[in-house]
């Protein structure tokens, strides 16, 4: 679907992507500002290979919040960030 959608056309996707990005970007800073929660694990691999494939940045790790802010996801003592949303690299100011 996203490979229909012309590059000089805006594009924003968000959803509960059940991966962890982790709080640092190492190995994907094009796509990742540094400032996620938590640690990586392979589904959020996935997420982050999705925006490098696509030319997308996972926009809200590029922006400095609260803890209680950061986690979308909470059960018992688990906390976690799984809601992402991701918009085409170039329209990211």
Known sequence: MVQGIPQNKGLFIGGDFNGHIGSRGEGYKTVHGDL???????????????????????????????????????????RTQIDYFLMRANSRR
Do not use: C, M, Q
């Open 36 to 78: 996620g929660y938590g640690v990586r694990n392979s589904a959020g691999v996935s997420i982050l290979d999705f925006a490098v494939a696509y030319n997308l940045s996972i926009v809200n790790s590029y922006f400095r919040k609260r803890e209680e802010h950061l986690v979308t996801f909470k059960s018992g003592s688990a």
